[in-house]
């Protein structure tokens, strides 16, 4: 067991779209999601997966080698995902492989959630890589999410990483001192571990209130800014997503 | 125009658990000077602190600001807080904000400031603790002496006429310290009242127009640096000890009989000119 | 249990997000409420989401393998109350979405619905009913075993709903089958750990 | 029975985000000796130290505890553990336990060993560190240094034949820090081997046979203080300084033309022998 290490964050602020309007990228990474959901056949999803991925790699620059090992798990659970359906989510038999009977129409369903997963995981993985998360906050509460929800969200992020900073290093002080030599010591040590951190999280809030306070914290945080998305933004989302809305009416079918 | 800019007039303070922290500080810094408060930790420096601003409200004793009594009412505190800001030792207990600019922003903003205003504060803090260019980046990769910067811009973007700041220079290494150091001078020379907490006895008189010995919830001894270590019993009875170089001095005179004039040198500075003389 | 972005199709998105709703807007009321009272409030409740969003990276080995992700929603019912929680969860959700691609957006209704609401009522629930007739301890892990447990299920009543081949009976036996199998002992551990973190926080 | 009971050869860390944080360590500490690791914040002393005991596994190189390669094996990470105890450098992130005795048991609790063998172990540690009779109090309420005693005794208690140190010294007053030195003295007297890191220049030569500077992931000078300081491009390269005592002589010589014998003095013992020389 370790703790997590939020790589995503750095590549978040360290990237090519870093500059680009969060408002744009939002925009495209949930019309895009959406257009992937809504297809009802695996081709659309497909197309998704492969166009953002082209983007997240040549326009964000963001390294091959980090991308392939965070869609691992997505793609692996899509995978499995497939596997399952396949085996168990059908009517049709189609055929048996080694005594597991196949299903047809399970297969299909697979293919399409499969299909959807690497879609929809590409659009998030899109934002998450080129976008830091309070850049999101401030933009949904930019488009009337109440203020108490981004104030707390937009505090919560500067203590999520100080928290996992003090986590690492208590729990490399509890593994330094055998606490994680066995299952019973493993149990006791992360419950001590959670247990401290929780204190000290009250402790930092009291921290943190008294030095907003001195700068005159009155229980509201005001904001400053900022740039909206630009008419080639919103040119480039009409066209990127147009051509798909286009691509999805003919594969379900409507306009033949 | 009052010389002494902030004033603690016997300041008593009680925990709820019933722990008399203050007990009874009287404390005063005048404009312009670099005051130090040096003592052990748990002696009660960041409470008195806290104080400084309304943060906590003394048991009894007051707080005098500029020849006024620090009022507790909602506007009283906002004008406190605009004219004393405090530096707090962790910088990632005040460093809150997702964003560098964010975080520096938030005082003026707080102040109901312009928009303008706040974003020409805001560089121009930056400027002055050399952290320009940082503007976007979230503070969790910055070493302790850059988030210590930051801290201290946070507060210099309210332009307060005091600025009081709790152990600036722990945890740093000698380079962080040193330019922590020389910020503050900077800061004072452009007239900003400063006082300090530490227990770092070598740093204490480098920077220090006068220091304050505070043991156990009390003052038990004030004075330009010389005369505050020419006290060595009280130094040690507050489990302090004296600065390096006077250490040396204090040896070389007692131990070997060597000849200098009272008080020890506290620098280096200091120090050279003596032995310079006695070495010729 | 995070419901993986791209899985449900989109009119079951739509649905969770509209039973979701009204319990977070309640809860977003009742935050307003709480921070015009304290000021405080919202640093508070800030580090408390960071604290469940922390918990929720410590990995903790189970029996069968597999880790388990303590939640700390239980946890949270406990300290603010169920509504307010619910909240604190759809914050956690976002930031488990974007920064660890755990969860996603079009099924972050769902994941809140499941995670969010069963079940911090469920603990809160559990807690308040049984907390004057059992020790303190053994109340505590009622209520973070049935919480996290009742989540499970949700989580496999929305996943039978959207994919009920042959039809939802058999569905939703297939999909409790497999979450017996990995989950059961996960809540089982996380009812425990629950109790240790619970423990240490009163003896501290 | 090898002389030199641990050694880094050649490690390389790289960070998940590609930073690299050590760029091939050679380093080693001989049976019974006090080493100090000086350098600056961010230059790779505490990522080091996590490759003592097998915390941190290095991209390349192998870590030598007693003459044996560490293999990161569940038995031999836990062998290694039991051998090479690290002190953090916040107790905070240390003691966990709501009392003292839980606490410090916690590593001979892990160990397996007996009821009554942890307990005399607990006890024994507490001893050494004074601060017997406080094990039922809990430790947050502790001052600094307390808190560091008791961290330590958690790592006494274990009995491992290195302890590894990172900045224990940090943010404690003059008092807690020089029983800190006190104890870490009598423990190497016992004949336990103590590495140390730190940036505190005045004080690394107070108690280190051997120091390694490292700066940016690299030792860049090693050996005995004198050498190690004589080379003062070297040091103030590394963001480092000299020790105020032997910055005094430098100047002194530099600047007023006083004849010193190199290398400088970096104790005030040191200093004294060679000003009394001097001035008589």
Request: overall charge neutral.
């Given at each position: 067991?370790?703790?997590m ?32 959901v ?12 492969v166009l ?21 798990v ?31 129409d ?6 399409l959630v ?80 959670a ?13 943190v ?6 700068r005159?914290?009155?229980g509201?945080m005001?904001s ?20 798909l ?12 | 125009m ?10 008593r ?37 806290l ?61 109901g400031?312009?928009?303008d ?7 121009d803090?930056?400027?002055k603790?050399?952290m320009?260019?940082?503007e ?24 307060p ?5 709790d152990?600036?220079?722990?945890g ?8 922590i ?21 070598d ?18 001894s ?27 001095v ?31 | ?6 899985f ?13 709703a ?15 009272e ?15 969003f ?6 903790l080995?189970?029996v ?17 109350g ?9 914050i ?23 995670m ?86 009163l003896?501290?």
């Open positions: 067991m370790r703790i290490n939020i790589s995503v964050d750095y590549y978040a602020h360290n990237n090519s779209l870093r500059e680009s309007s969060t408002g744009f990228k939002m925009s495209l990474c949930i019309i895009t999601m959406i257009i992937s809504i297809s009802p056949t695996p081709l659309i999803p497909a197309i998704v997966a953002m991925t082209l983007t997240i790699l040549f326009v964000a620059d963001i390294p091959a080698s980090y991308y392939l090992r965070f869609a691992a997505p793609a692996g659970f899509g995978l499995l995902t497939l596997v399952l359906m396949t085996l168990f989510f059908g009517v049709n038999p189609a055929a048996t492989i080694m005594g597991l009977r196949v299903y047809s399970g297969l299909q369903t697979g293919l499969f299909s959807r997963i690497m879609g929809g995981f590409s659009c998030l993985a899109f934002l998450a890589l080129t976008t830091p998360v309070n850049e999101i906050f401030h933009e949904l509460g930019r488009l009337g999410v109440p203020p108490a929800l981004t104030e707390i969200a937009l505090l919560m992020y500067r203590s999520i990483f100080v928290f996992i900073e003090e986590a690492s290093v208590m729990y490399h002080a509890q593994d330094t001192r055998l606490g994680y030599s066995g299952l019973r010591n493993s149990y006791r040590s992360l419950g001590l571990l247990g401290n951190l929780f204190i000290r999280s009250w402790l930092r809030g009291e921290t209130y008294r030095s907003m306070e001195s005159c914290y009155t509201s005001p400053l800014r900022k740039q909206s998305m630009g008419f080639r933004g919103m040119a480039m989302i009409i066209l990127f997503d147009g051509l809305v286009t691509g999805l009416l003919f594969t379900s079918g409507v306009w033949l | 009052n010389m002494r800019i902030i004033e603690a007039v016997d300041i303070y009680t925990y709820p658990d019933g722990t008399e922290a203050l007990r009874g500080i009287n404390f005063h810094a005048e404009r312009g000077e670099v005051v130090a408060l040096l003592g052990p930790n748990g002696a009660g420096k960041s409470t008195l602190f104080h400084f601003n309304g943060i906590l409200q003394p048991t009894s004793g007051k707080i005098m600001i500029d020849g006024e009594e620090l009022d507790y009412s909602k506007s009283g505190l906002i004008k406190a807080r605009q004219k004393v800001g405090i530096v707090f030792q962790n910088p990632d207990d005040q460093l809150f904000a997702p964003r560098v600019d964010e975080d520096v922003a938030f005082g003026p903003l707080n102040m400031l312009s928009e205003e706040v974003e020409e504060r805001v560089r803090a930056l400027q603790v050399g320009l260019g940082y976007s980046k979230p503070p969790h990769h910055f070493s302790g002496g850059e988030k210590k910067r930051v801290a201290i811009a946070g507060i210099i973007a309210m332009k006429d005091i600025m009081v700041l152990e600036p220079t722990s740093l290494d000698p380079r962080g310290a040193s330019q150091l020389r910020l503050l001078h900077n800061l004072n020379e452009e007239g900003m009242t400063i006082i300090i907490s530490t227990h770092d006895v740093l204490a008189p480098l920077y220090s127009d006068r220091i304050y010995i505070i043991s156990d919830g009390e003052i038990i004030t004075g330009a640096p010389s005369e505050v270590f020419s006290d060595i019993d009280t130094i040690r009875g507050a489990n302090l000890r004296l600065p390096r170089i006077a250490h040396l204090e040896i070389l005179q007692k131990e070997d009989d060597l000849p200098f004039e009272e008080p020890y040198p506290l620098t280096i500075g200091e120090a050279r000119r003596k032995l310079r003389n006695q070495l010729r | 249990m995070h419901i993986m972005e791209g449900l199709p989109w009119q079951w998105c739509l649905l969770w997000y509209l039973l979701s009204p319990v977070i807007v309640y809860g977003l009321i009742r935050i307003i409420r709480i921070a015009d304290k000021p405080e409030a919202k640093p508070l409740l800030a580090v408390s989401g960071a604290f469940m922390v918990l929720s990276s410590l990995k080995p189970s069968t393998g597999s880790c388990s992700h303590p939640t700390g929603n239980g946890l949270g019912a406990v300290l603010f169920p509504a307010v929680t619910s909240v604190m969860a759809l956690v959700l976002i930031f488990q979405a974007i920064l660890l691609a755990h969860g996603g957006l079009t099924t972050l209704g769902a994941n809140v619905f499941s969010g609401i069963v079940g911090p009522f469920c603990a809160w629930g559990i807690y308040r009913l049984t907390r004057s007739s059992l020790s303190t301890s053994v109340s505590v892990f009622l209520a973070a075993f049935l919480g996290d447990l009742m989540t499970y299920v949700t989580t496999s009543v929305q996943l039978a709903l959207a994919f009920p081949i042959p039809g939802f009976s058999e569905a939703l036996m297939k999909f409790m089958i497999i979450f017996a199998y990995t989950q059961l002992p996960l809540a089982v551990a996380e009812g425990l750990l629950t109790v240790v973190i619970f423990e240490n926080i003896k501290l």
